[in-house]
């Protein structure tokens, strides 16, 4: 599928809101950059990683590219921190740890992807790639959820786990961030 013709998913367009002015964005299997497009368009520096050359060639525009198996190879941003991480329509359980690590002090994970029940709608169908009840939830522990949602979707019709999440800023703050909350 060729994301560089596709809009932003709804859900990061509704929770991008939740980034700070200026904050750096990791897109995860960024694919040909839709998700990219949209931050940089909006002021962010962006990062895309994927294991695809002609996905990471047609991501460059929108800012910095990796070229990298996440799957087989080491994770290229240990130790590093991003005001946000994206993900869409990608799960690799051995990497999840590292993906929500990867959210700095005061940044946002946006994630969204297939979840159990697909394997009744279409592709993808095996387990491995389908979130189980809770399990994106479970993986966000010691962030703070700001919206999360599991259930089907249509036109194409797909089941879907998703959540926008907030690594706090300052744990000893007397009054807490706000993060506002968006209608659909």
């Known amino acids: 599928m ?18 700070t002015p200026g904050a750096s964005v990791l ?14 368009e909006r002021g962010h520096p962006t990062i895309g990683v994927d294991r695809s050359s002609e996905a990471v060639a047609a991501a460059a525009p929108f800012g910095q590219t990796v070229l990298a198996d996440i799957e087989s190879g080491p994770w290229p ?5 991003f005001g946000a991480v994206i993900v869409t329509n990608y799960l690799w359980r051995p990497r999840m740890a590292e993906i929500v690590a990867a959210v700095a002090a005061g940044g946002v994970l946006l994630y969204e992807t297939f979840a159990a029940g697909n394997e009744t709608v279409g592709k993808p169908s095996r387990p491995d790639f389908l979130l189980q009840p809770g399990e994106l939830l479970a993986a966000c522990a010691g962030l703070r959820v700001v919206a999360y949602e599991d259930g089907f979707l249509a036109a194409p019709d797909r089941y879907v786990q998703r959540v926008a999440a907030v690594r706090p800023a ?3 703050a007397s009054t807490p961030s706000r993060h506002p909350l968006q209608p659909r």
């Open 2 to 19: 060729n994301h560089s013709t596709l809009e932003p998913s709804p859900w990061i367009v509704r929770w991008s809101h939740l980034l």
């Open 27 to 40: 897109d995860v299997a960024c694919g040909s950059g839709r998700h990219m497009r949209w931050f940089a």
């Open 77 to 81: 941003f240990a130790g590093q921190g």
């Open 170 to 172: 300052d744990s000893c």
